[in-house]
């Protein structure tokens, strides 16, 4: 079946620093790619997508390539702020239904 | 604001009990999906409806029931409560029932079981 792994959090970085969040998948099909952010106490909401191979979905900063050879799909941001603070979940979607398969979610902590 | 609206925001209630748990999607939103959350589990896809039919199934327990009412609005039914349903319960809904579109959610019910 279809599934997404990210890495565990919590990632704690300082203002400023650099961020990457490592996603990866297997897709009975061809899918489509997401990145959700989830703030806290609220729900999710879309950062960003990409429909196909080498795609680059960008939002508010963050970017993440589609990389069909290597089924990723790397979320990163050059320099995060205390508000980038949430979770964020790697997801994909296949097929003509749009179930959508998420990854367990990796909690960012920015300090200043 | 995404325009999902969920009720109610907090629910407590016993084990064995029933509840109901209601979503009212985005204007001119068709689709609604339904997931629950667990600090165990992470983010669990239960069901999804398009236009009133349901259109996909995920890890949906045959105590949880849902539908789509003909304003589109639906309702997730859980019953014989156990403490291992506590958990958030978000609903989503999209324009279409294929494609890339995005995916807009509630704020959640938290649910409660003592």
């Known amino acids: 079946g279809d599934s997404v792994t990210q890495m565990e959090g919590p990632v704690t970085l300082s203002e400023e620093a650099f961020l990457t969040i490592n996603c990866t998948y297997t897709?009975?099909?061809?899918?489509?790619l997401f990145w959700y952010v989830q703030y806290p106490g609220e729900g999710l909401q879309l950062l960003l997508k990409a429909t196909k191979a080498d795609d680059k979905g960008s939002n508010k900063g963050f970017e993440a390539t589609y990389r069909k050879e290597t089924t990723s799909f790397h979320l990163e941001k050059g320099s995060v702020q205390v508000s980038d603070s949430a979770v964020y979940f790697c997801a994909l979607s296949v097929g003509g239904y749009q179930k959508v398969t998420f990854g367990i979610g990796t909690k960012l902590q920015v300090i200043p | 604001d995404s325009g999902v609206t969920q009720t109610p925001k907090h629910l407590i209630t016993a084990t064995g009990q029933r509840v109901t748990l209601r979503c009212s999607p985005r204007?001119?939103?068709?689709?609604v999906y339904w997931y629950q959350q667990s600090l165990d589990q992470g983010l669990q896809f239960l069901i999804q409806y398009y236009n009133g039919e349901e259109r996909a199934k995920g890890n949906i327990l045959e105590r949880f029931s849902a539908q789509q009412f003909p304003d589109l609005h639906s309702e997730l039914n859980l019953s014989s409560l156990e403490l291992g349903d506590s958990a958030l319960y978000f609903c989503a809904s999209s324009v279409l029932a294929g494609g890339p579109s995005e995916q807009y959610f509630g704020p959640g019910t938290r649910l409660t079981v003592t």
């Open positions: 204007s001119g939103d068709l689709s």
């Open positions: 897709a009975t099909g061809y899918p489509s």
